[in-house]
């Protein structure tokens, strides 16, 4: 690996019983990179996510971020954790606390910030993602999309060096998506590490440099968005693409 690559994933193997549902997967993440990956459902895509963030194990092959292996568990992983952000299609908020607390707790119990000083800082990162006017209210208050940019001002307030979106906008009405992949979009502009899986094709073409398209546990091929939506090389992807372009 070189100083640029965030994200290495080196031969890595998944099986559930007789599912093999990651296949010799080979990826690079660099810093700065927004890399969309697309792919019908089953893929393997939530799982390579799942793997990233140490949610899920694997059966062989190598991850690191930002140099390190990936922890077996305790305090190290709880700072990969930290450092590795990720944005759920349920949002996954605590239902019980305010949209500020949503924000601040992690601060406080991970980063071992004061409160006044997370609470600073969510209350900024909450009007960053357009919802400052919401953070004394509870989740449910809240629309699909608003609750989501809760859940990326969640993720930014720990300070992440990458952050995994696994289809962040599937649960939304369509009337939210826009919101949503808006607060992404700054996102990439202001350079932040991205790996987004979606199925908003526009988004992909916007604001990716990178298009990994995946089938059947397989990377299948990776171009920038131009070359990839222009013309793919792999009559997988050009099916894919077919089904919903
Ligand atoms: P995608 O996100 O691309 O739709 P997933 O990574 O969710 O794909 O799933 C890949 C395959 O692994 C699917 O066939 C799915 O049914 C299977 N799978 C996912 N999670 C589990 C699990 N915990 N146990 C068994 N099979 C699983
Ligand atoms: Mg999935």
Redesign the pocket.
Known sequence: MTDADLIVLDQVNKR?GD?H?LRNVSLRVRRGEVVVII?P???????LCRAINRLETIDSGTITVDGTPLPEEGRALARLRAEVGMVFQSFNLFAHKTVLDNVVLGQVHVLGKPRAAAEATARALLERVGIGAQAAKFPAQLSGGQQQRVAIARALAMEPKVILFDEPTSALDPEMVNEVLDVMTSLAREGMTMVV?THEMGFARRAADRVVF?ADGEIVEQAGPETFFGSPSSQRAQSFLDKIL
């Open positions: 559930y599912l549902v792919g459902s089953g893929a393997g895509k939530s799982t899986v995946m």
